[in-house]
């Protein structure tokens, strides 16, 4: 779920299946997610959010990969270095009051 907003991901088109890729040959996935507006405050939690899930539910051997669909926010480039640097993933997650956040998102999807 959106952290603003009490609809999902998929209903707000941040995320779609368009936008997944997976390759269990590769052991790859890679998720393109679009936020709400340009200069989204939430994008960077967003796209932890889901990386979060996917490791979770994706098998050890599966390098995941989360991006911000090209031109759609405007620091695209920050945001998807930050969520695709292990170390400042697990720094973040080290953070008790952003894990019970990501929790909280990540709580009421699918497994």
Excluded: W, Y
């Excluded at 999902?8 to 088109?13: A, D, G, M």
């Excluded at 998807?80 to 956040?101: G, I, M, P, S």
């Amino acid at each position: 779920n959106d952290p603003e907003h009490p609809l999902t991901l998929e209903q707000l088109n941040v995320v779609g299946l368009g936008n997944i890729a997976v390759d269990d040959g590769r052991s790859s996935c890679d998720v393109r997610f679009t936020p709400t507006i340009p200069h989204c405050s939430m994008a960077t939690l967003i796209g932890l959010c889901i990386r979060v899930k996917l490791i979770r539910s994706l098998p050890a051997r599966f390098k995941v990969t989360v991006t911000i669909t090209p031109g759609t926010h405007a620091s695209e480039l920050a945001v998807n270095k930050q969520l695709n640097d292990k170390e400042r993933v697990a720094a973040a997650l080290e953070n008790t009051h952003l894990l019970k956040v990501v929790n909280q998102c990540i709580s009421r999807t699918c497994s």
